[in-house]
C-alpha cells in the first residue's frame, strides 16, 4: 500500500564487481514492478536484494556491453526467467565478447549476452505504467543508450556522463568527439532540473554539469 507521498518511482543501487558499477533497481511503487539496470556480475548479491525489497522482477536494462555493466545478464534472466532489453546493436560485438572479457580480469563463467531486445534512438521501454525514452549517445561504446523517465525529470545515464566527468574513450571503437557530442544534443536538451544516475559515483543533475563539468565546456 502506498500514499500520495511515495515516489511513483524508486530507486536502489546495488554496487557491483570490482569497479563498483551503479547497477540499480528501479521499481514502479504502485505495481512493484522492477528493472535491473546493468547487472555487471554478483548475481547472489543482486538477488538477494531483489528479495529483500519485495519488488517483482520484470525485465533487466543494459545501458552498453562493458563488462562491468553486462557481465552478468544472462545468468540473472536465465535464474528469473526475464527478457533483457538493450543496448543498441552497435555493441553486438562486446556482448558477444564478454567471456573473453571476463578472462582479462580472470572471470572464468562470464557468459555472452543475447538480447531479447534491441534498442535505438527515439525507443520506449515501459515499467508498470511508466515509460522510458531511450537515447542513443556513442562514443564510450558504439551501442550506448540512456533512459529517460520525462514526467519525473530522471535519467540513468550509465557511462555518458558522471558528476565531473564523462565516459572512458580510450579505446579503439572509443570517440571522445561523439560523446561529447551526443551529451550536448541529446542528454543536455533534456533539462538542467534532470537529476541522473551515473555507472559509477554519485548522482548529480545534467544542470550541474552543463554549469561546472570541465568537460563539458567551451
Same mark, same amino acid.
Given at each position: ?117 534491441? %534498442?535505438?534512438? /527515439?525507443?520506449?521501454?515501459? @515499467?508498470?505504467? *511508466?515509460?522510458?525514452? $531511450? !537515447?542513443?549517445? +556513442? =562514443? #564510450? ?37 561523439? %560523446?561529447?557530442? /551526443?551529451?550536448?544534443?541529446? @542528454?543536455?536538451? *533534456?533539462?538542467?532540473? $534532470? !537529476?541522473?544516475? +551515473? =555507472? #559509477? ?18
Amino acid at each position: 500500500m502506498t500514499d500520495e507521498t511515495t515516489p511513483p518511482l524508486q530507486i536502489a543501487v546495488v554496487p557491483v564487481t570490482p569497479f563498483q558499477q551503479n547497477c540499480s533497481i528501479v521499481w514502479e511503487t504502485k505495481t512493484k514492478q522492477a528493472a535491473i539496470v546493468d547487472p555487471g556480475g554478483d548475481v547472489p548479491r543482486l538477488l538477494e536484494a531483489l528479495k529483500e525489497l519485495g519488488v517483482t522482477p520484470a525485465a533487466i536494462w543494459l545501458t552498453h556491453g562493458h563488462l562491468d555493466h553486462a557481465g552478468g545478464a544472462t545468468a540473472l534472466a536465465e535464474a528469473l526467467m526475464l527478457p533483457i532489453i538493450g543496448p543498441h546493436e552497435g555493441d553486438r560485438f562486446l556482448l558477444d565478447g564478454l567471456p573473453e572479457q571476463g578472462l582479462r580480469f580472470d572471470i572464468l563463467d562470464m557468459k555472452a549476452v543475447t538480447p531479447t531486445r534491441w %534498442l535505438k534512438d /527515439g525507443d520506449e521501454v515501459s @515499467l508498470g505504467e *511508466l515509460t522510458f525514452s $531511450v !537515447q542513443h549517445v +556513442p =562514443g #564510450h561504446t558504439p551501442g550506448h543508450v540512456t533512459f529517460f523517465q520525462k514526467d519525473l525529470r530522471f535519467l540513468l545515464a550509465g557511462d555518458t556522463v558522471f558528476a565531473g566527468s564523462v565516459g572512458r574513450t580510450d579505446f579503439p571503437y572509443g570517440s571522445h568527439e561523439t %560523446l561529447i557530442e /551526443g551529451i550536448r544534443t541529446k @542528454l543536455l536538451p *533534456l533539462g538542467d532540473d $534532470v !537529476q541522473f544516475l +551515473p =555507472g #559509477h559515483g554519485q548522482a548529480s543533475t545534467l544542470g550541474e554539469e552543463r554549469r561546472s563539468n570541465p568537460f563539458l565546456q567551451g
